[in-house]
């Protein structure tokens, strides 16, 4: 028989919801499409993001302190650990249970606390860029501006959001230990929302005000692991070049190279869908025989069969 598969998959935002209520229910799904990638005979390793779910903790937090004089603001990195740790509870939970409910017994579901180290003079740092937590009025994004000093800015006709530094991702810290787990057959959680951004200070790690796109981190993820497949489960089927015009057209398959080509015509929007396609190319070239995939969540199965979706490729 063939080695197994091995695939990190990223999930998006419309894997977990942007509510409690919202999770609970969106983690019964998303545990369907991986256990559907599991019993196809891969084997799999999460990543997921954390946007409205960093947003909230981060409202939470700040509510907390400036009711309490006693508690100080919580830096954004531990808004991520948190964030991290909300939602592995509830995806480990989910996964164990539709392992169970498909009689698969042997599978060992854990989530990792990791640390991401950044750069500390990434270029990021200097422009804020990605957005988090709930939509405002452009009344409600001023007051935030005013009150607590955040950078608000308009998202796609969709409303104001917080903007946060958004620095690549240069090295896992607990790669090590991802890897025994991954090695020894258990389905990992890890690089939740994108990481936990770090600096390194000596020996010491310090907490960077910022949050690792999940893209990226799942692509560093997938070329450590040394992945034959990078999944990138979002709300599209396929990638489209001349979105949402009426020229549009779905991609099957895309070379590299052509991915550049349309990379910089500016067919991917930057925040969406372009961070996806860099990181698939990223992972592409990355080795002889590494592809990646972009398709809907639902869609899980039928892509990795090639039956849908688009796959990037050398
Ligand atoms: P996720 O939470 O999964 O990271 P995003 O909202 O960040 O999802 O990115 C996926 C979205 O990118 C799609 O729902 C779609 O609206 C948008 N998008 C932008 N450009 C394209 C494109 N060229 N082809 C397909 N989808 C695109
Ligand atoms: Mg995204």
Redesign the pocket.
């Known amino acids: 028989m063939d080695k197994k598969k091995r695939i990190v998959i990223a999930l998006?935002?419309n894997a977990l919801g942007n509510t409690l209520p919202e999770q609970m229910a969106a983690v019964k799904i998303t545990s369907k499409a991986i256990v559907d990638l599991i019993e196809e005979g891969c084997e799999v390793v999460i990543a997921h993001?954390n946007?409205p779910q960093v947003g909230m903790i981060n409202n939470a937090m700040s509510a907390l302190s400036r009711e309490d004089p006693n508690q100080p603001n919580t830096p954004l990195s531990v808004c991520v650990a948190m964030s991290q740790a909300y939602i592995g509870y509830d995806l480990q939970n989910a996964l164990r249970e539709e392992l169970l409910n498909r009689n698969i017994t042997h599978i060992p579901v854990a989530t990792m606390i990791t640390q991401i180290r950044v750069d500390s003079d990434d270029p990021a740092f200097l422009n804020p860029s990605k957005p988090i937590g709930h939509f405002m009025t452009k009344e409600q994004a001023q007051e935030a501006e005013e009150k607590y000093g955040y950078i608000m800015r308009e998202d796609a006709g969709r409303g104001y959001r917080r903007v946060v530094a958004s620095p690549k991702p240069a090295q896992i810290i607990e790669i090590g230990a991802i890897r025994t787990l991954v090695d020894s057959g258990q389905l990992v959680i890890a690089c939740g929302g994108g990481g936990i951004p770090v600096t390194l200070n000596g020996n010491h790690l310090k907490g960077a005000s910022a949050v690792i796109?999940?893209?990226f981190a799942s692509e560093l993820l997938a070329e450590e692991l040394d992945a034959d497949v990078l999944i990138i489960l979002?709300a599209v089927e396929k990638v489209a070049v001349n979105f949402g015009k009426p020229e549009e057209k779905w991609l099957d398959n895309l070379t590299t190279a052509e991915a550049r080509t349309y990379m910089d015509e500016g067919h991917f929007a930057p925040?969406?869908?372009l961070?996806?396609v860099q990181a698939a190319v990223k992972f592409a070239e990355s080795k002889e025989g590494r592809t990646a995939l972009i398709t809907l969540l639902e869609k899980a199965r039928e892509g990795i069969l090639g039956k849908t979706g688009t796959h990037i490729h050398r």
Do not use: A, N
Request: charged share 30%; proline share 8%; glycine share 38%.
């Open positions: 998006g935002g993001g946007g796109d999940k893209d979002t925040g969406s869908m961070p996806k």
